[in-house]
């Protein structure tokens, strides 16, 4: 199986800033309203493996008539969750301009000239000269740099993923047609977006060293332009973004979250809603790395969702849908389990239910 320049570039960038995206620039196909900002937290979808991209399906925080949704619209069971200013942590100047971020297969050293003016305008011309240590590796160069928004309170969305993480991958299979494996869905919590980037990876290159030129222009303080040029004497898969500088800080870098992934079986299931017969400190001890204290946090802890064949099921007068049999006879072991992205310590969340 051939491996692409994304997986390569993932590789070698995966960090605590975050899953590394190859093609940071948001979808041109989406709502102006929502390119403008680009990804935003409570996204939906799943990473383009081809492309380094991320295909976004909806948002778990924006109303249900957002003009996000009006193509697709959303899954049946969609309910917004509200967050408010202060669920959110910003770092404006996480990452200084002209900021490189490398791994250790890579040396950097960069060499500024001074400003020279043409027609009002100031031009800085900045030579990154990169040392290639090794067959494999990626660099990224954040001219502007880049600012860091996080979800604080992300444990406030495990309980819409657990209730229906299976309800999302049927709504991206059978509405969105996305040919999607059941392990491939994310729930986006923070970002790492900048104005713009030039980035590049190799692999099995007989090259030992690549150059980066970045000429900026600046116009009463502001900058207008950003122009990029890679060198060397063996091809590297390399790309520079955005064409144009938008107003904002759009592009997204780095991304984190949660994976989930759901039991092939339960996609085929009919989605019933028993209640538990689980304490909720037996539910909370499942949660890896947290106390069962936790209990007292989740309201998924009273009560759960679960699926089953739709022969299994049957229905009192108050409407209430029940099992015949015990509902964790046959059922699939580890239905629906999460898992924070990216993973770079053992201290991390990972939920099966």
């Not at 990804?39 to 081809?50: A, F, M, N, Q, Y």
């Not at 494996?181 to 692999?203: E, M, Q």
């Not at 060198?231 to 991304?255: C, D, K, M």
């Amino acid at each position: 199986m051939a491996i692409s320049p994304q997986d390569v570039y993932a590789r070698n960038l995966l960090s605590h800033h975050g899953y590394p995206l190859r093609t940071p620039e948001p979808n041109i196909e989406l709502p102006d309203s929502y390119r403008r900002e680009g990804l935003k937290i409570g996204d939906i979808g799943v990473v383009v493996p081809e492309e380094g991209s991320f295909d976004v399906f909806f948002n778990i925080t924006l109303p249900r008539e957002h003009p996000l949704h009006a193509a697709d619209g959303v899954p049946d069971s969609f309910t917004q969750i509200e967050l408010r200013r202060e669920d959110y942590r910003i770092a404006p100047e996480a990452e200084c301009p002209g900021r490189v971020i490398s791994p250790s297969t890579v040396e950097c050293a960069v060499n500024c000239v001074d400003p020279f003016y043409v027609d009002g305008a100031a031009r800085r011309l900045t030579d990154h000269q990169f040392s290639l240590l090794h067959n494999e590796g990626a660099m990224l160069i954040l001219p502007q740099g880049a600012e860091r928004h996080r979800l604080a309170k992300d444990l406030l969305l495990l309980d819409a993923i657990l209730q229906n993480a299976v309800d999302w991958y049927r709504f991206a299979r059978e509405k969105l047609y996305r040919d999607i494996s059941n392990d491939a869905l994310y729930l986006i919590t923070g970002f790492h977006k900048a104005h713009s980037w030039s980035l590049a990876s190799f692999k099995n290159t007989r090259a030992s060293s690549a150059q980066c030129k970045i000429v900026q222009l600046r116009r009463a303080g502001s900058m207008i332009s950003d122009d990029c040029t890679w060198e060397t004497t063996h091809p590297l898969e390399w790309r520079i973004g955005p064409r144009h500088l938008a107003e904002l800080p759009n592009q997204s870098v780095f991304i984190v979250g949660f994976k989930i992934a759901v039991n092939k079986e339960l996609l085929y299931m009919q989605r019933v809603t028993v209640k538990a017969g689980h304490s909720k400190r037996a539910l909370a001890t499942t949660l890896v790395g947290f106390g069962s204290s936790l209990a007292n946090l989740l309201p998924w802890a009273a009560s759960k969702v679960i699926y089953a064949p739709e022969a299994a099921t049957q229905y009192e007068e108050d409407n209430e849908p029940t099992l015949e049999r015990d509902p964790s006879e046959g059922q699939p072991e580890g239905g629906v389990k999460v898992e924070r992205v990216p993973q770079l310590s053992q201290a991390r969340l990972s939920f099966s239910y």
